[in-house]
């Protein structure tokens, strides 16, 4: 069981402002201030640090519009994070 007065059960980062048809300010395409792969895996380890045994769910708008989504899902598992995907899949 986690002390969830220590650090939370799940880490969520919306990943990506991207998608074809969510909230009102999300876009199709990436927004330029969106962090690169090098940020995003130096938040990941960060999360990490502070989330050791959690889940880190990427979201969104939509993460698979990351093109380096897999790339990311791959570095967190490897260095020890359970990650999870909010994907995006109703289409307009």
């Known amino acids: 069981m986690f002390d969830t007065s220590r650090r939370p059960i799940a880490l969520v980062w919306e990943a990506s402002r991207a998608c074809d048809h969510c909230r009102a300010e999300a876009t199709p395409g990436r927004h330029p201030d969106e ?8 938040l990941l380890e ?13 979201s969104g708008g939509d993460p698979l519009k990351r093109d380096d989504l897999a790339e990311l899902v791959a570095y967190g598992d490897d260095i020890g994070l359970r990650m999870a995907l909010t994907p995006s899949g109703t289409r307009r």
Not at 35 to 42: M, N, P, Q, S, W
Not at 46 to 58: D, I, K, N, Y
């Open 35 to 42: 962090l690169t792969t090098a940020e995003g895996k130096r």
């Open 46 to 58: 960060s999360a990490r640090e502070f989330c050791e045994g959690q889940v880190v769910v990427l």
